[in-house]
Nanobody, 123 residues
Framework: QVQLVESGGGLVQAGGSLRLSCAASGLTFSSYTMGWFRQVPGKEREVVSY????????YYADSVKGRFTMSRDNTKNTVYLQMNSLKPEDTAVYYC????????????????WGQGTQVTVSS
């Protein structure tokens, strides 16, 4: 079965950095768009970034442009989210997810989800 396992979350001060990883198994990894989403209690899950299966142009939400970088290593079935210049408003549970379609930003278009990793940015 498909498994997505996130790691790398934690507590960091504002202005600091974290690198999230998501290891995938049970799917033909390079055939899937991979996305990072985040969610805070009481709010809808929102897209942070996504990258097509073969790499290429990466999408970023306006709120993270210039601070976050998403990448993938298809030889390791892993995607990464490098988060720099973190702000308290970046505090959320971060999820990785896979989609068989490209160019999708809504959660309902993603088939599989990880369990999430907490990122907390203190001011």
């Amino acid at each position: 079965q498909v498994q997505l396992v996130e790691s790398g979350g934690g507590l960091v001060q504002a202005g600091g950095s974290l690198r999230l990883s998501c290891a995938a198994s049970g799917l033909t990894f390079s055939s899937y768009t991979m996305g990072w989403f985040r969610q805070v209690p009481g709010k809808e899950r929102e897209v942070v970034s996504y990258i097509p299966g073969s790499g290429g142009i990466v999408y970023y939400a306006d709120s993270v442009k210039g601070r976050f970088t998403m990448s993938r290593d298809n030889t390791k079935n892993t995607v990464y989210l490098q988060m720099n210049s973190l702000k308290p408003e970046d505090t959320a549970v971060y999820y990785c997810a896979s989609a068989s379609l490209n160019g999708v930003t809504t959660p309902r278009n993603y088939n599989y989800w990880g369990q999430g990793t907490q990122v907390t940015v203190s001011s």
